[in-house]
Every structure is written in C-alpha cells, then in structure tokens.
C-alpha cells in the first residue's frame, strides 16, 4: 500500500545559551491510509517534536515531508492551509485545547470557517462528527461552554473538531493522559472506530506501551532524538530487541500484584546522557555496554522482516 505520509532524514536542533541540542536525528518513517503508527519513549526524546514538525508546526532542520504524494517541508499560504485540513492534531490537555469563552458550536464552526467549507454544509458536518464522538443529541451539547463538560466529554469535542474538516491523518499526542483511567478506554475506542471507518492513518505519540499495543499496527521506539527501534507492534512487545526498549517493556504495569517482576534493567533517565555524543547515547544506562559503544553510533538494521534497531549485540532480537 503507497504511503499518505512520509518523512526521511528528519532533523531539528534547537540552539540555546550558545549551544546546540539536537532534538531529533534522522527520523524517517512512513504512515499508510487505515495505518495506526505509534512513537513511543521517556519525555524528551523527540517524540512530540517529530510530531509537530511533521504537521509542519515545527520548521525542520532538514529532511523531507512527503504527503499522497506531494513534498509539503516547505509548503506555505493556501497549499499548507490545504495540508492542515488533511492532517489534524488531538491535542493532550482537553482543558487548555478550547477556548473557555466558545460554545462548543463555535468551537467546531470554526475550522470550518477557517478551510473555507461552504456554509451549506456546517451543520450537517457538526451533527455528524457528534455522532461519531457519541455526544448524542447534538443539540443538547451544542450550546454549552468547556467549563459544563468533564474531561472526557471535553477530548470528544476535540476530537470532534479534529475530524470536522475530514482530514486522511490524525496526529494524536497522548490522548487520554490527562483523562482519568475510567474514561480513557472509551476515547480510545472513539479514536480507533473513526479510524476504521473513515480509513484514517493516525499517529500515536504516548510513553505508554500499553496504549500504543491496544491502537497501533506499528511502533517506533525513540531515543534522544533518533530511532532505536521500530517494527509490528506484537513482536516489539513480545521480542523487544533493544535493551532500552526491554525496559520500556519491563516498566509496563501487571494486573496481578503477586506476579514476579525483575527490576527494571536500565538505571537512571534521559538527563545521564553522556556528554561526548559519538558512539552510542545510550551507553551510559545499557546493562550490556561493550567498547564500541563508546566509539562507535549504531546504525538502523533489519534483523526480520519489517523489524529494525539501533543496536550493536549480535544477539539483539
């Protein structure tokens, strides 16, 4: 199946009291129609940068952003206007992603305005999408402002507004973490049937493994800044290759408290990176560092179909 959206070679680096951090490194992956791709890793390796870059709310450093077709890394005025419309973003925090001030009418009126729908279609285009996020009747939502409706009905109306536009790609950078467990099941399934549905591709961007497992055909681990790991999202759990991935894994949470669980088999946190950035970046934390790991950066390699990593242990799959 050819691919809505490609990136190859992404890069951003910030610069900041006079030196460089490199927020992302030669990032390259793809997303097909009906495709739900995860990207997961601790807060601050990248993962929400790559997002917003990749929705072109961050300029990239260099790379390029392939969308149907078309190169849109340096697409401005009408033609990213027109991307936007296709590739829509669910924001994390429901409280802060609406304006306090809007009726939830207005709040989805105006995309509609803004990417030029004809004014015929607005409210059948409002009735729709509350269908589908289950705020039914609209009407009894329709005229009511944030501060009436809980968190989880307020991530409806976001997600809502992200589809009004009838975009191909939803962007969703961790959807349901300011939710309370209670309620996040039910977004996610909302997310998961428009998808279906509408054969969306979606972009997951979470720390939770969890998550990513119950929405996402693949996964890309990521680490300061670059690709560590990716493949389907089955094997990556059952047979995590990299040893920061094995942790990942290891961190995820079991219902039952008396099972055996070993100690999470990597130290410390993104900060312990180590300062001499040739070699492998997360050497300083690897439970099975070796020389070359000082020396010498791994590179992307297959070691099965589909799978990929970053890493230099022969054995690691």
Same mark, same amino acid.
């Given at each position: 199946?050819?691919?809505?959206?490609?990136?190859?070679?992404?890069?951003?680096?910030?610069?900041?009291?006079?030196?460089?951090?490199?927020?992302?490194?030669?990032?390259?992956?793809?997303?097909?129609?009906?495709?739900?791709?995860?990207?997961?890793?601790?807060?601050?390796?990248?993962?929400?940068?790559?997002?917003?870059?990749?929705?072109?709310?961050?300029?990239?450093?260099?790379?390029?952003?392939?969308?149907?077709?078309?190169?849109?890394?340096?697409?401005?005025?009408?033609?990213?206007?027109?991307?936007?419309?296709?590739?829509?973003?669910?924001?994390?925090?429901?409280?802060?992603?609406?304006?306090?001030?809007?009726?939830?009418?207005?709040?989805?009126?105006?995309?509609?305005?803004?990417?030029?729908?004809?004014?015929?279609?607005?409210?059948?285009?409002?009735?729709?999408?509350?269908?589908?996020?289950?705020?039914?009747?609209?009407?009894?939502?329709?005229?009511?402002?944030?501060?009436?409706?809980? @968190? @989880?009905?307020?991530?409806?109306?976001?997600?809502?507004?992200?589809?009004?536009?009838?975009?191909?790609?939803?962007?969703?950078?961790?959807?349901?973490?300011?939710?309370?467990?209670?309620?996040?099941?039910?977004?996610?399934?909302?997310?998961?049937?428009?998808?279906?549905?509408?054969?969306?591709?979606?972009?997951?961007?979470?720390?939770?493994?969890?998550?990513?497992?119950?929405?996402?055909?693949?996964?890309?681990?990521?680490?300061?800044?670059?690709?560590?790991?990716?493949?389907?999202?089955?094997?990556?759990?059952?047979?995590?290759?990299?040893?920061?991935?094995?942790?990942?894994?290891?961190?995820?949470?079991?219902?039952?408290?008396?099972?055996?669980?070993?100690?999470?088999?990597?130290?410390?946190?993104?900060?312990?990176?180590?300062?001499?950035?040739? @070699?492998?970046?997360?050497?300083?934390?690897?439970?099975?560092?070796?020389?070359?790991?000082?020396?010498?950066?791994?590179?992307?390699?297959?070691?099965?179909?589909?799978?990929?990593?970053?890493?230099?242990?022969?054995?690691?799959?």
């Amino acid at each position: 199946m050819t691919a809505l959206l490609q990136a190859e070679g992404l890069q951003k680096t910030f610069h900041s009291r006079g030196r460089e951090v490199h927020a992302v490194q030669n990032v390259s992956l793809s997303v097909s129609p009906g495709e739900a791709l995860g990207i997961v890793g601790e807060s601050g390796c990248g993962k929400t940068t790559t997002a917003r870059m990749l929705l072109r709310l961050e300029e990239p450093s260099a790379g390029r952003i392939m969308f149907d077709g078309a190169d849109i890394t340096n697409a401005h005025g009408r033609h990213l206007i027109a991307y936007r419309a296709r590739a829509q973003l669910v924001f994390q925090n429901p409280f802060d992603a609406l304006n306090p001030r809007f009726t939830i009418r207005r709040s989805l009126t105006e995309p509609l305005r803004n990417f030029a729908i004809p004014v015929s279609e607005h409210q059948d285009r409002i009735e729709s999408v509350m269908r589908r996020v289950r705020l039914v009747p609209a009407e009894s939502w329709l005229d009511r402002r944030p501060h009436e409706l809980s @968190g @989880g009905q307020l991530q409806r109306v976001v997600l809502a507004r992200a589809l009004i536009s009838g975009p191909s790609l939803i962007v969703a950078d961790e959807p349901v973490s300011m939710l309370d467990v209670s309620v996040r099941a039910g977004i996610l399934n909302v997310l998961r049937d428009a998808r279906d549905s509408l054969g969306l591709a979606a972009l997951y961007i979470s720390h939770d493994l969890a998550l990513i497992r119950y929405v996402c055909e693949q996964t890309i681990v990521m680490y300061l800044g670059r690709i560590v790991e990716q493949g389907p999202t089955a094997e990556l759990i059952s047979r995590p290759a990299h040893p920061y991935t094995r942790a990942l894994v290891a961190a995820v949470p079991v219902a039952r408290v008396e099972q055996n669980r070993e100690g999470l088999p990597i130290r410390g946190s993104l900060s312990d990176a180590p300062p001499d950035p040739s @070699g492998c970046l997360f050497r300083n934390r690897c439970p099975s560092v070796m020389p070359r790991c000082a020396t010498e950066a791994p590179t992307l390699r297959t070691i099965a179909p589909g799978r990929m990593v970053a890493c230099h242990l022969e054995g690691a799959m």
